[in-house]
């Protein structure tokens, strides 16, 4: 068994960023592993998608109309990869946790690097609430890791095609059905995959002076975020919710208004490359992970953020 296999998702007929992350990654990987980089897309009309992973490296791309162990199972089976990949998204998690069980091999979760030893994947990944780093062998051939958003830059297209091949697999029995897919904010990029949050805290008081968060996001072509506690105290949806509870998120830069920083909410944005913190409590938690720290209110900083942050992008 050589090479790579990943597994590409997509969104409204587009490959997602960590998607082609992963396939970046995957080429330097097979470098020192031998063998291609073969790719696992899923859904219906999804054929015209594999040139633009082609232009990304990848030989080969399986499709396949359901995102199943059975598909992934299969494409595994035909590619012979030494190592299976997947964004520490809800579904690839969800896929790769089902799939290594059925393989009987081991899976390093939410990993944030990944190198080569010895002819053996070696991966990265935060430990007790990201306290912590360690390294992990996974167990088992393939190999099996899923990767956060973010933790590697996305690679220069080329002009490489990639071979297309169907799957034909059963189905497999479920226990859920999809009633309806609801679309987000348009233009706003999923918290998992953004390179900049702003996020605010319970300090906000109410739904409606989330708008300065909204509006300091906006200038910055930032998604929005939030702490449990303010999602709790119905200021802003769940689905905003960074954290323990909520989303793992990876971005270059996190702007924290408001929030303490309690181990919950650190646990979901500890591996922000840039810590921006604003609190009027100099002693709160979440200073001591910022790079940079504001103490006062953030009814008066954050306008004046988003004034300066305006002036200067504007020349």
Avoid: W
């Amino acid at each position: 068994m050589s090479g790579v296999l990943i597994v590409a998702e997509h969104d409204a007929g587009k490959l997602k960023r960590s998607s082609l992350e992963l396939a970046g990654k995957a080429s330097a990987l097979v470098s020192e592993l031998k063998g291609d980089v073969s790719a696992l897309l899923v859904g219906e009309n999804v054929a015209p998608l594999a040139s633009e992973l082609g232009k990304v490296g990848v030989k080969r791309v399986y499709c396949s109309p359901q995102g199943s162990a059975n598909a992934l199972a299969e494409a595994i089976k035909q590619a012979q990869p030494s190592v299976v990949l997947a964004t520490a998204s809800s579904f690839g998690k969800d896929l790769l946790a089902r799939t290594a069980m059925r393989l009987g091999v081991g899976l390093a979760t939410d990993c944030t690097d990944l190198t080569v030893e010895a002819g053996k994947l070696k991966a990265r990944r935060p430990i007790f609430a990201g306290k912590a780093l360690v390294d992990v062998v996974p167990g088992g051939v393939p190999q099996m890791a899923t990767v956060r958003p973010n933790s590697f830059p996305p690679p220069q297209a080329g002009s490489g095609t990639a071979e297309v091949v169907t799957l034909t697999v059963g189905s497999e029995a479920s226990g859920t059905q999809v009633k309806e897919v609801k679309q987000a904010e348009a233009g706003v990029v999923d918290l998992a995959e953004a390179d900049r949050i702003v996020s605010g805290g319970r300090s906000l008081a109410s739904a409606d002076n989330f708008k300065i968060v909204r509006e300091l996001a906006g200038v910055l072509g930032a998604s929005v975020g939030a702490s449990r506690a303010a999602v709790d105290a119905g200021y802003i949806s769940h689905d905003h919710q960074v954290g323990q509870t909520g989303k793992t998120v990876n971005p270059s830069l996190y702007i924290a208004c408001g929030i303490s920083g309690a181990i919950q909410h650190l646990a979901g944005m500890r591996t922000a490359k840039v810590v921006v913190a604003i609190n009027k409590d100099a002693e709160a938690p979440i200073f001591q992970k910022a790079d940079y720290g504001i103490v006062g209110d953030l009814f008066e900083i954050l306008p004046a953020l988003t004034d300066e942050f305006r002036k200067v992008l504007k020349e």
